[in-house]
Structures are given as C-alpha cells and as structure tokens.
C-alpha cells in the first residue's frame, strides 16, 4: 500500500501492541520490526529492525499508565523515525495522557495538554490521529494537523441492540451534557443530567437527577472513567430516583485505584469502554466490563490519511 508517503508502516510502543497488531490486520498491513528495550537504569532503548526510508509511519501509542513512561517511549521512538528519514510520522493516540490540564483554573498550574503538544511536535511528529480528547480545543494547542475521531458509532452501535425499551442517556455532571445529548438523539432517547452539589455543610454530596427516570433503562455516559466515584455515585442516585436498570458507557476506561471494586459494588448492570486503554487483569476479570475496538475505526482512519482522501466521514 503505496501512495505520496510511500508505503504504509504501522509501528507499536509498549502501551498498547494488540491494539496496534488489531489496526495493521484490518489494513492488511504487516507489523512493524522494531526492538524496544529499557537499560538496567530503566532508559528507552529503542531500534527499528527494517528499512523505513520514504515510509508513512503511524506509530500507536496510547499515553495510559505509567503515562510518563510510554510518553518518553513515544518521543524517543518518533526522534527514530524521524532521524531513519521516514517521508512522514504519525502519531496514533487513542488515548491522549494530560488531557485534563487543559486551562490555568487556578494559581500557579501548569497548561499541561499544550506542553505535551509542544514536545510531540519538537520530537518531530508530523500530523496526530486521536479519539474523544477531553475537551475538543486541545487540537488548537498542536501547529501540527490533527485528526479527532469519536468513538460514537462504535458504542452507539452496541447500545442500538441492547433492545432496552424506555432508553435515557444520563450525563454524570452538567458539563457532558453536549455529549450526552448527542447520544441521545441518536438512539431516540430521553435525557436525564445528574447535578452534583454539596451539602451545605460541607460533608456531603447531594446528586440531584434533572429529568424523569423512574421506570427507565439508564445509561451514563462519560468520556473518561477514572476512579469510577463519579460514575458509581451517578448509578446510586438513578436507583434511588427510580430507575429500572443502569448501564454506563465512556471511551477511555482508565480505571485507577478502585475502581473496579467500586464497579463491582455499584447498581451498574454492564460498564462499555472501549479498548483505546488495555484494561488491567482485574478489569479483564470484572464480569461487568464491556470492551468494543476501536481498531476498524483508526484503520479506517489511518487508510484515508495514507490515501489523502477525506476523514471526514468518521468524525461524527
């Protein structure tokens, strides 16, 4: 597969290599040869084992825990490609690490989603393909182009054949009500925002569930599950407010710390992400989880990249 950049390479980081090797056998592409190591004193040491010269590189590396590690790893590995003479790298985040510190909201803070932008295009990236950043202007933090997909179509497709009738999207917090909302409307749904206060004095948080759910089948919807406190609290309230059944969807599942004992003790029937993250043992052991690939959906986005044909269809 050979167009202006020369041939198609798919190459993988340590992060996530079967989301990688998911991606090449859709494009019927073979995996890139490449050595990546680490010194005792726990440095990247990494190779490329074959002749990219003139190749269009798509490197994937989501930048999930240790987000630091695989960061290094992925800039390192760019700084290879770029000094092997690859007519053009792609840098393939599924999951973009420091998204949340996208703004100074208070004194003294870093705008760390714009570093990491810098230093991705310092290393010598020249173009970004990623899925459903925190906040949709962190593209304008790149001087690169950058290419944002949603991962909607995959789990708006799964939740199309749960065949729930009485279906609400709910948001977690007011600020996701734009992404629920879109759910919503695709499905036929109805839409339900939870409202999250504390109490007045202090010890407690009060959620308050704007929108009629008794008796309904409830989905939560969010971009990333971290802690899954948000989301698991969410559930409890649904419940109490007279929901029938709750599911809970997000992209990014990067369930840390507790979260997936938290899962396990909640309301919630099933939890979809989807596999921009691997999960840990503990989550692939968690009957409730629900993992939908993304892999069609990059590969289809990569094919168009490599052709110089529109991206266009794919972000909805």
Do not use: W
Not at 17 to 34: C, S
Not at 97 to 120: E, H
Not at 293 to 306: E, W
Request: aromatic content about 6%; proline content about 4%.
């Amino acid at each position: 597969m050979a167009i202006g950049f020369g041939e198609l390479k798919v190459f993988s980081g340590s992060a996530h290599p079967e989301l990688a090797r998911e991606i090449a056998a859709f494009l019927g592409v073979g995996f890139g040869q490449a050595r990546l190591r680490r010194f005792p004193d726990s440095e990247v040491s990494f190779q490329i084992d074959e002749n990219i010269r003139g190749t269009d590189v798509f490197l994937v590396q989501p930048t999930c825990a240790p987000v630091d590690q695989h960061l290094v790893e992925l800039l390192i590995m760019i700084d290879a490609f770029k000094r092997s003479s690859a007519a053009r790298i792609t840098a393939v985040v599924p999951y973009y690490g420091y998204a949340r510190q996208d703004r100074k909201d208070k004194p003294r803070v870093p705008i760390s989603a714009k570093l990491v932008a810098n230093i991705l295009s310092a290393a010598g990236t020249n173009r970004v393909l990623t899925m459903d950043l925190h906040k949709a202007q962190i593209q304008g933090f790149f001087d690169i182009p950058v290419d944002h997909l949603f991962a909607a179509p995959v789990i708006i497709d799964f939740l199309s054949r749960l065949d729930q009738p009485k279906l609400t999207i709910v948001s977690p917090d007011a600020g996701g009500a734009e992404r629920a909302r879109a759910y919503a409307k695709r499905l036929g749904a109805e839409l339900a925002i939870i409202d999250k206060r504390r109490s007045e004095d202090g010890t407690a948080e009060v959620m308050n569930v704007i929108g009629d759910v008794e008796g309904r089948t409830c989905i939560l919807q969010d971009d990333i599950i971290d802690t899954a406190g948000t989301i698991t609290k969410g559930a409890s309230a649904l419940k109490e407010n007279g929901a029938e059944r709750v599911f809970a969807c997000a992209v990014h599942g990067v369930l840390s710390g507790q979260a997936i004992d938290r899962i396990e003790k909640s309301p919630i029937d099933k939890l979809i992400v989807t596999n921009t993250i691997p999960l840990s043992p503990a989550g692939v052991a968690c009957s409730k989880i629900v993992v939908l690939s993304v892999a069609r959906l990059l590969g289809q986005a990569i094919k168009s990249i490599h052709e110089e044909t529109s991206v266009s269809s794919l972000f909805v």
